[in-house]
Nanobody
Framework: QVQLVESGGGLVQPGGSLRLSCAAS????????MGWYRQVQGKQRELVAQ???????NYADSVKGRATISRDNAKNTVYLQMNSVKPEDTAVYYC?????????WGQGTQVTVSS
């Protein structure tokens, strides 16, 4: 069973930075695209950023220029760095692995942007 474990959430002040990590296990991590999504209660889960197996990236318009997704295949880990965070970035952030068209999710980590 694929396991994805996120870490790094918490309370961040507006204008600050955060770094989320997602450790994957029980998959051949390097061959699969990985992503970060976020969800606000009562709203649909939305894509934040994606990274392919060869490192190509894609970002939601709302985070372009502020977010960087990266992966370390030796550590089976994908990261999300966000700078200049805004209150509207507040959400539960989920790590995603798309394996043979099946989506796997971590348990989520809460990010709250507030002063």
């Amino acid at each position: 069973q694929v396991q994805l474990v996120e870490s790094g959430g918490g309370l961040v002040q507006p204008g600050g930075s955060l770094r989320l990590s997602c450790a994957a296990s029980k998959i051949i991590f390097s061959v699969y695209p990985m992503g970060w999504y976020r969800q606000v209660q009562g709203k649909q889960r939305e894509l934040v950023a994606q990274i392919t197996s060869i490192g190509s990236t894609n970002y939601a318009d709302s985070v372009k220029g502020r977010a960087t997704i990266s992966r370390d295949n030796a550590k089976n880990t994908v990261y999300l760095q966000m700078n200049s965070v805004k209150p509207e970035d507040t959400a539960v952030y989920y790590c995603n692995a798309n394996i043979n068209s099946i989506n796997y999710w971590g348990q989520g980590t809460q990010v709250t942007v507030s002063s």
